[in-house]
């Protein structure tokens, strides 16, 4: 199996020089390059082609933002995905970064195994997503669930974010299952992550409670161009469930 190839820049040395040597004792890992300027960037993605770019929001020279606008100008075969690792943790800059294209937006200070589990995941995805859209620019269902669920605070750590993740693919797929979700959606789940259905139902209760205790709903509500969540209105699991896979699907046929 390849290794896959990370990129690191930050500005930060120290914590530059602490994640290429975390990163090099994996096994599975190759870093390929480590920049502290912001406008190496683009330069260095050409010539070592990372699967995956580890950037900071502020770096010399030219920021997360303007860097994540370069490699859209580059051709899909070339761009990396990228994980925001950043001290920043305003709602607007988080919107930006993932309409910008990041696909995952970590806040420091971090856990840097959570890091390497993000890492392994995203490298996971990336043929998919580069086969789904690179003309387009139109995301997949994968990249709309990811980008809502970051927006909306759910860590993606946590048991809950993946049944939620399942449970909207189920209901995008035949979406009558929404109505027996206690029968059917839950132990389907189950069954897929050798749990029971009671731990699902939990896991995802609590992975919406925390959504809704970081308070980003005004973030989701501005991606959508409307009300979609109320802070005061917080949603039972079928509900959210079913909003979200509503709202994709309206987004997949318009």
Same mark, same amino acid.
């Given at each position: ?29 190759? +870093?390929? &390059? $480590?920049?502290?300027? %912001? #406008? !190496?960037?683009? @330069? ?8 995956? *770019? ?75 997503? +580069?086969? &789904? $859209?690179?003309?387009? %620019? #139109? !995301?997949?269902? @994968? ?8 927006? *909306? ?102």
């Amino acid at each position: 199996m390849d290794r896959i190839r990370v990129m690191l820049a930050d500005d930060n040395l120290n914590l530059l020089r602490a994640l290429t040597d975390y990163l090099s004792r994996k096994p599975d890992i190759e +870093v390929v &390059a $480590a920049v502290s300027d %912001g #406008e !190496e960037i683009p @330069d260095c993605v050409r010539q070592y082609g990372p699967d995956i *770019l580890v950037m900071d929001i502020i770096m010399p020279r030219r920021d997360g933002f303007m860097t994540l606008e370069a490699l859209n100008g580059m051709d899909a075969a070339l761009r990396p995905r990228v994980i925001v690792l950043t001290g920043l943790a305003r709602d607007d800059f988080i919107m930006r970064a993932i309409r910008l294209g990041a696909s995952y937006y970590m806040v420091k200070p971090f856990d840097m195994n959570l890091l390497y589990a993000r890492i392994v995941e995203i490298a996971g995805d990336q043929p998919q997503t +580069v086969a &789904a $859209a690179p003309e387009t %620019g #139109e !995301e997949s269902v @994968d990249e709309q669930i990811t980008n809502l669920f970051l927006t *909306l605070g759910i860590p993606a750590h946590i048991k809950g974010y993946q049944y939620l993740r399942e449970a909207v693919h189920m209901v995008l797929e035949n979406h009558d299952v929404i109505n027996r979700i206690t029968k059917e959606l839950y132990p389907g789940i189950a069954r897929k992550f050798d749990t029971s259905a009671s731990k699902v139902e939990r896991a995802m209760r609590h992975a919406i409670e925390v959504a809704w205790s970081r308070g980003r709903l005004e973030a989701v509500n501005q991606m959508y161009g409307h009300r979609v969540f109320a802070r005061e209105d917080k949603p039972t699991n079928g509900e959210f469930i079913a909003m979200i896979s509503d709202k994709l699907a309206v987004r997949k046929t318009a």
